[in-house]
Nanobody, 121 residues
C-alpha cells in the first residue's frame, strides 16, 4: 500500500555532510509519521529521527544538534540532513513510514530498502 524509495547515501569524510531522501508512494494519506533508523556494523537497528504529520520532530540523543529531519508534503518526501558526520554514524540508514490504525491504535510500519552511509576518519 505504501512504498518507500531512499537515496542520498554515500562516502564522506568526518566533519562532512550528507542529505538522505525518502520518497513515499501509494496510499501516502494513511501515513501518520515518518522516521529514520540505522544499523551499524555488528549493532542492532536504532532510532535516529522522526517527524509527524503535524511537524513535530524527535531525535536520538546521539544525533541531536547535528541531524535535521524535514518533509516536503508536495513531493511526499522526507529528508535527513546530516552534518558534522562522525565515523560512528557509519551505518545502513532505513526510512520508515508509520500508520496508526483506528480505533485499535495499532501501529503498522513500512520500511525502505536502506542506504549505506560511510564516514571515514
Amino acid at each position: 500500500q505504501v512504498q518507500l524509495v531512499e537515496s542520498g547515501g554515500g562516502l564522506v569524510q568526518a566533519g562532512g555532510s550528507l542529505r538522505l531522501s525518502c520518497a513515499a508512494s501509494g496510499r501516502t494519506s494513511s501515513i501518520n509519521s515518518m522516521g529514520w533508523y540505522r544499523q551499524g556494523p555488528g549493532k542492532q537497528r536504532e532510532f535516529v529521527a522522526r517527524i509527524t504529520n503535524g511537524g513535530t520532530t524527535n531525535y536520538a540523543d546521539s544525533v541531536k544538534g547535528r541531524f535535521t529531519v524535514s518533509r516536503d508534503n508536495a513531493k511526499n518526501t522526507v529528508y535527513l540532513q546530516m552534518n558534522s558526520l562522525e565515523p560512528e554514524d557509519t551505518a545502513v540508514y532505513y526510512c520508515n513510514a508509520r500508520r496508526v490504525a483506528w480505533p485499535s491504535s495499532i501501529e503498522y510500519d513500512t520500511w525502505g530498502q536502506g542506504t549505506q552511509v560511510t564516514v571515514s576518519s
